[in-house]
């Protein structure tokens, strides 16, 4: 008797063994099949969403190239500057993206980060202040002693050799800096390339 007791407790024991593994497994089975219907709906949805949002692109391009093709059609001085204004917007977008990755550069490698609000704030409150109020701004400027002409002359002649002399260097540095910038830009350090019907 204590065997067939022992025996149908062991067989019970391993009974609820192998039920609870199987419930266990079953139990991971129906949450990883649940997780991957999940997800295969939310590619779904995103592939909607994407194909949704190349539908908007394609309809907003074309509206946008028809607006571009009908400006192309007016002539006359406003034909001329639609077609100026078109020309300067591949450059411009050009020099931004270049303007932007400098600056990252600059900024990462100098370790600068943008100032924060309160500073922001604090720096800049009082300039648009005195912008919301142009007319008092106007009216410290005429009433300032510094902007007066006399005020300016006496500065001038109270200057030492030595400052006219910095003055002069200064002005000569400015001056070659931008010559040198021109001839850069012409890539040519007199005149520029072509003849002279180029430029009417």
Same mark, same amino acid.
């Given at each position: 008797?204590?065997?067939?007791?022992?025996?149908?407790?062991?067989?019970?024991?391993?009974?609820?063994?192998?039920?609870?593994?199987?419930?266990?497994?079953?139990?991971?089975?129906?949450?990883?099949?649940?997780?991957?219907?999940?997800?295969?709906?939310? !590619?779904?949805?995103?592939? !909607?969403?994407?194909?949704?949002?190349?539908?908007?692109?394609?309809?907003?391009?074309?509206?946008?190239?028809?607006?571009?093709?009908?400006?192309?059609?007016?002539?006359?001085?406003?034909?001329?500057?639609?077609?100026?204004?078109?020309?300067?917007?591949?450059?411009?977008?050009?020099?931004?993206?270049?303007?932007?990755?400098?600056? !990252?550069?600059?900024?990462?490698?100098?370790?600068?980060?943008?100032?924060?609000?309160?500073?922001?704030?604090?720096?800049?409150?009082?300039?648009?202040? !005195?912008?919301?109020?142009?007319?008092?701004?106007?009216?410290?400027?005429?009433?300032?002693?510094?902007?007066?002409?006399?005020?300016?002359?006496?500065?001038?002649?109270?200057?030492?050799?030595?400052?006219?002399?910095?003055?002069?260097?200064?002005?000569?540095?400015?001056?070659?800096?931008?010559?040198?910038?021109?001839?850069?830009?012409?890539?040519?350090?007199?005149?520029?390339?072509?003849?002279?019907?180029?430029?009417?």
């Amino acid at each position: 008797m204590q065997i067939s007791l022992l025996r149908s407790s062991t067989v019970r024991q391993l009974a609820s063994r192998r039920f609870a593994s199987t419930t266990a497994e079953s139990a991971s089975q129906a949450a990883s099949r649940a997780a991957s219907k999940a997800q295969d709906a939310a !590619k779904q949805t995103a592939a !909607k969403a994407q194909d949704a949002a190349k539908v908007a692109a394609s309809k907003l391009m074309s509206a946008a190239s028809g607006l571009g093709n009908s400006l192309g059609k007016v002539g006359g001085r406003t034909g001329q500057l639609i077609k100026g204004v078109e020309s300067l917007i591949p450059p411009a977008i050009y020099y931004a993206k270049v303007a932007k990755e400098l600056s !990252k550069l600059v900024f990462h490698g100098q370790n600068m980060y943008p100032p924060n609000i309160e500073t922001f704030q604090k720096t800049f409150s009082p300039i648009i202040d !005195k912008l919301k109020n142009p007319r008092a701004l106007i009216n410290s400027a005429s009433a300032s002693a510094t902007l007066q002409p006399a005020s300016i002359l006496a500065r001038l002649k109270a200057f030492t050799p030595r400052e006219y002399a910095q003055a002069g260097v200064l002005t000569a540095e400015v001056i070659g800096f931008y010559t040198v910038g021109k001839m850069i830009g012409r890539r040519k350090i007199v005149g520029y390339r072509g003849g002279n019907n180029d430029h009417h």
